[in-house]
């Protein structure tokens, strides 16, 4: 069996903390932000959590050996 390779796309967009879960950076944040909301620009700020079953899925098939 070869070794698995990660997917580096992925590798770029998520990363996986210390207990397993799965980091992701907010979307709607790359342009347009003077049609947005000052409120909405401040929650969009940092990373979030995945939810259990969609970070599961991203640590099987796209970095399995994150």
Do not use: C, E, W
Request: proline content about 3%.
């Amino acid at each position: 069996m070869p070794k698995l390779k990660t997917k580096s796309g992925a590798a770029k967009r998520f990363k996986i903390t210390g207990t397993g879960k799965v980091m992701y950076a907010q979307a709607g944040k790359r342009h347009g932000m003077i049609k947005r909301s000052n409120k909405q620009i401040r929650n969009l700020r940092g990373t979030k959590v995945l939810f259990k079953s969609d970070g599961d899925n991203i640590k099987k098939f796209f970095l399995p050996n994150g």
